[in-house]
């Protein structure tokens, strides 16, 4: 039982020391403020390719998460990089890459895509 709670605390507090490292190199953004700001920056879509054909915020490009490491090329450090996947859990990790690879400047949409309402394509 002792060995039990030790581990929920670890596991707590783990998760307590990524959420706020994560704070210090991802920006959550409101759709207002995502908005503002894109469209001077890369917008990245990381769902898959078929979940951004059935839609996906204007302007944006697709990277897949699962593609991220091997197409870092056709991103640049020197300009923002504005991130969105379904809700937000593969847009944090793709944040975490970049943060890694030395990208400085990085955003993310709240709620991601499931809550925008903004323009949008599909084919």
Known sequence: MEYLVIAIVALV???????????SYLKV????QFREGY????LIDVR?????????ILGARNIP????KQRLIELRKDKPVYLYC????RSARAAQLLHKKGYQDI????????KWTGKIKAK
Do not use: C, N
């Not at 469209?39 to 890369?42: E, F, P, S, W, Y």
């Not at 898959?48 to 996906?56: A, S």
């Not at 379904?86 to 859990?89: I, N, R, V």
């Open 65 to 68: 998460i699962t593609q991220m």
């Open 13 to 23: 507090a783990f998760g307590v020391f990524r959420y706020f490292r994560q704070r």
């Open 39 to 42: 469209r001077k920056a890369q």
């Open 86 to 89: 379904q809700g937000a859990s």
């Open 107 to 114: 955003y993310q949409l709240k709620g991601g895509f499931k």
């Open 48 to 56: 898959e390719p078929q979940e951004f054909e059935r839609g996906h």
């Open 29 to 32: 953004l409101t759709e207002d």
